[in-house]
């Protein structure tokens, strides 16, 4: 399995927003769709909110301010999404599709560093990770 999350470039507190680039991510256009359908492996967007009623809360690079988030939906978003992985697995498993223990991740700008931040945060869970256009200091597990 692939994860590519999202990266909405901007502050919405409409999901809908995030959910409709999640979908283009997804579908039409992106380097996770391409590798995914050369690797012919599954593929999973997460839709992770980025609020404009909490500017300083970057929830698409991973920042600290959202691994230390108390509320609910934005609470911990790397154990929601490893719950995501989790779900898409049995979904795939019911319908006869095994994937591997470990995943692989790719993300561009935000999404590479919440990328790497999450495989720093939960190193045995990924294959691989290929990211672009990273700004910050690249931690590596």
């Known amino acids: 399995m692939l994860v590519e999350p999202n990266n909405t470039g901007k502050i919405t507190d409409s999901i809908e927003v995030h959910k409709k680039y999640a979908v283009d991510l997804a579908s039409v256009s992106s380097v996770g769709n391409n ?74 700008s935000a999404s590479a560093t919440f990328t790497n931040r999450f495989s720093f945060i939960h190193p045995g869970k990924i294959k691989a990770l290929a990211i672009g256009g990273f700004n910050g200091k690249l931690m590596l597990p």
Do not use: C
Not at 58 to 70: F, N, P, Q, S
């Open 35 to 108: 590798i995914s359908t050369e690797l012919r492996i599954p593929l999973l967007v997460p839709i992770f909110p980025r609020p404009a009623s909490q500017p300083l809360m970057y929830t698409h690079a991973l920042d600290r301010d959202v691994l230390l988030e108390k509320l609910t939906e934005l609470k911990r978003l790397d154990l929601q999404l490893l719950e995501m992985v989790n779900d898409a697995r049995s979904v795939l498993a019911s319908m006869h599709i095994q994937v591997a223990p470990k995943f692989f991740m790719n993300g561009f």
